[in-house]
């Protein structure tokens, strides 16, 4: 499956991802994908990861999100 015609983008710009809500948007920024497919995973990403299902807009913010999953308070 190539990218081609897919929508295909990196985290950091992606509204399916989660973060801290002082965080940076960096590639070094991990958060977790929130999108409705991968959510049951507590799928930790960094902000240059991506996929083909990138939905373009602000990432979601929320405490916690930067923590190691089954480490959340």
């Known amino acids: 499956m190539g990218h081609a015609g897919s929508h295909w983008g990196e985290c950091k710009d992606c509204k399916m991802w989660q973060i801290e809500p002082d965080a940076s948007l960096a590639d070094n920024t991990m958060g977790l994908c929130i999108h409705h497919d991968l959510k049951t995973y507590d799928l930790r990403v960094s902000g240059n990861s991506g996929c083909d299902s990138f ?19």
């Open 55 to 73: 939905a373009p807009g602000k990432p979601a913010r929320a405490e916690g999100a930067g923590a190691v999953p089954g480490e959340k308070g």
